[in-house]
């Protein structure tokens, strides 16, 4: 399995756009994800869903909006509520997880070996093969 993530950017557009991917490919979801990190004293997350491949196919997209989201627990952003909202209406519950900010990889390549590694180890991805 060939798991590739694909960057949609930072902002409330962004956000929409990933909500609706979520709504128009519902049956494909395979999970949902806020990422935090602490990036100079500050908590910011990301927000991803992981789909299943297309028929034969396997490779599986994660499309992601990266760390332009400030988190906070308590209070959390309009933008998370948008996205939990979207994932809510599908059944499913995202996971949260604390992550290394992505500044401090060289590439962004790095960054995201890093966070499927993540994912894999804890079965919220399928193994490759």
Do not use: W
Not at 8 to 16: H, K, R
Not at 112 to 122: K, M, P, S, T
């Amino acid at each position: 399995m060939i798991q590739q993530f694909i960057e949609l950017g930072q902002g409330y557009g962004d956000i929409y756009e990933l909500c609706e991917l979520i709504k128009t490919n519902e049956e494909r979801l395979h999970n949902a994800f806020i990422f935090t990190a602490n990036n100079e004293g500050k908590m910011v997350a990301s927000i991803a869903v992981a789909f299943k491949p297309v028929g034969e196919s396997k490779f599986m997209p994660i499309y992601i909006c990266r760390e332009g989201i400030p988190f906070n627990e308590e209070k959390p952003s309009k933008r998370i509520e948008i996205f939990q909202e979207a994932v809510a209406a599908t059944g499913k519950q995202e996971s949260i997880f604390e992550i290394k900010h992505s500044s401090i990889f060289s590439e962004t390549k790095l960054f995201y070996q890093y966070v499927i590694g993540i994912l894999r180890l804890n079965h919220y991805i399928p193994p490759m093969q």
